[in-house]
């Protein structure tokens, strides 16, 4: 391809990530008139999207993209999509067949876990198990510390909850901890997720150093948060990096996501890897190495049972939308029936 033919990357582009190989990947849509631009913000029927010339607002084409998606407009429509190099997707809670897009192409997925909560670990273990799957690296914020009183304590208990990531204990109050998620920050692009009132905007609000993002008050009656972040907005910091804010996540559903669990619990896939009896059910066989660390205490039973229900979660989400599943899952069934009703033939001679 020839060199003046690829389209300038413009200064503005590139505070929102675009970089040589994005150019590559636009290159064939970038037709004259055709402007490329990553997506800020998502709403019904409508795209926000920064471009070299500002920010646009355009209408979805064919595909809906989603926030982070770099993407190619015409006269105010999308007209490509360009291939995304990690999806964080969630089950759909109205149960469609497809997952619903948080987010596309970060880096970084921020997992906020407010202290006041207390240790909950089973909601992390499922942001963790969205985002190992989701292509980019985990980091769990322990949020609003300064209301704690061992706050190191707090953060080796989700560690357990989260192998292989890295676990921060963040204070908006004290600032203790805003610079290493502000070095995290700093690279790439990073979505912030969480449930609702985990301080996400107060820590998008921090690592902006403004007012950018809707704060919520805390609700005296019971100390939830307010609703606020209403859409998932895709910002650059001033520190070079690229911010997606979320707004509170109620249900997270895992779906195609059986890579992103194992990697959530590499403890009990390492533990499953030593069993006697390589198809193991972790039941009543002999040599059971799981059962074996449930009950020495080393794996928590708690942890255990939040693996198997993920991994049947996720079975059953893809049995849903996968026929191929049914149909080997019918089979079975079948046999095991045709099974039965030889065995009553045997009894009643
Ligand atoms: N004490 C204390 N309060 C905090 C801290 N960070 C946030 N808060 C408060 O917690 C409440 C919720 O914070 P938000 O930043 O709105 O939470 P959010 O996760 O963005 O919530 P949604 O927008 O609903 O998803 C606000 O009242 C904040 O002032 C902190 O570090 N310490
Ligand atoms: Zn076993």
Redesign the pocket.
Same mark, same amino acid.
């Given at each position: 391809m020839s060199p003046d033919l690829s389209p300038d990357p413009a200064p503005v582009l590139c505070r929102y990530g675009w970089d040589a190989s994005w150019a590559q990947l636009a290159l064939a849509h970038l037709e004259s008139g055709h402007v490329p631009g990553r997506v800020a913000r998502v709403d019904r029927g409508r795209v926000d999207v920064h471009t070299e010339h500002g920010r646009l607002r355009a209408a979805p084409g064919r595909e809906v993209p989603a926030v982070g998606d770099w993407v190619v407009l015409a006269s105010s429509v999308v007209t490509a999509v360009l291939p995304r190099r990690t999806v964080l997707t969630r089950a759909d809670a109205s149960g469609r067949s497809e997952g619903q897009v948080l987010a596309a192409n970060v880096d970084t997925v921020l997992i906020?876990v407010?202290?006041?909560v207390g240790s909950r670990p089973g909601r992390v273990e499922r942001l963790l198990a969205l985002a190992w799957e989701s292509g980019a690296t985990p980091v769990v914020v322990l949020?609003?510390?300064?209301?704690l009183e061992d706050s190191p304590a707090a953060v080796a208990d989700l560690a357990l909850a989260a192998p292989g990531a890295e676990v921060v204990a963040?204070? =908006? $109050?004290?600032g203790e901890g805003l610079d290493v998620v502000a070095a995290a920050a700093a690279r790439g692009t990073t979505v912030?997720v969480?449930?609702?009132?985990?301080?996400?905007?107060?820590?998008?609000?921090a690592l902006l150093g403004e007012e950018v993002? =809707? $704060?919520?008050?805390?609700r005296a009656r019971d100390g939830k948060?307010?609703?606020?972040?209403?859409h998932r907005e895709l910002v650059a910091l001033p520190s070079g990096g690229v911010l997606i804010?979320?707004?509170?996540?109620r249900a997270v559903g895992v779906r195609d996501a059986a890579e992103g669990i194992d990697r959530a619990f590499t403890d009990v896939v390492d533990l499953a890897d030593a069993c006697r009896f390589a198809d193991c059910a972790h039941d009543h066989e002999p040599g059971c190495a799981v059962r074996a660390a449930v009950e020495a205490g080393e794996l928590p039973a708690r942890r255990w049972a939040a693996y198997r229900k993920l991994v049947r979660e996720d079975e059953w989400a893809a049995a849903r939308t996968d026929a191929r599943l049914a149909a080997e899952r019918r089979a079975r069934w079948k046999s095991i029936a045709k099974a039965q009703r030889a065995a009553y033939r045997e009894r009643g001679r």
């Open positions: 906020a407010p202290a006041e949020t609003k510390v300064d209301g963040v204070s =908006a $109050v004290t912030l969480g449930p609702s009132g985990a301080g996400k905007s107060t820590l998008a609000n993002l =809707a $704060v919520g008050e805390v948060g307010r609703h606020t972040t209403a804010d979320t707004p509170g996540l």
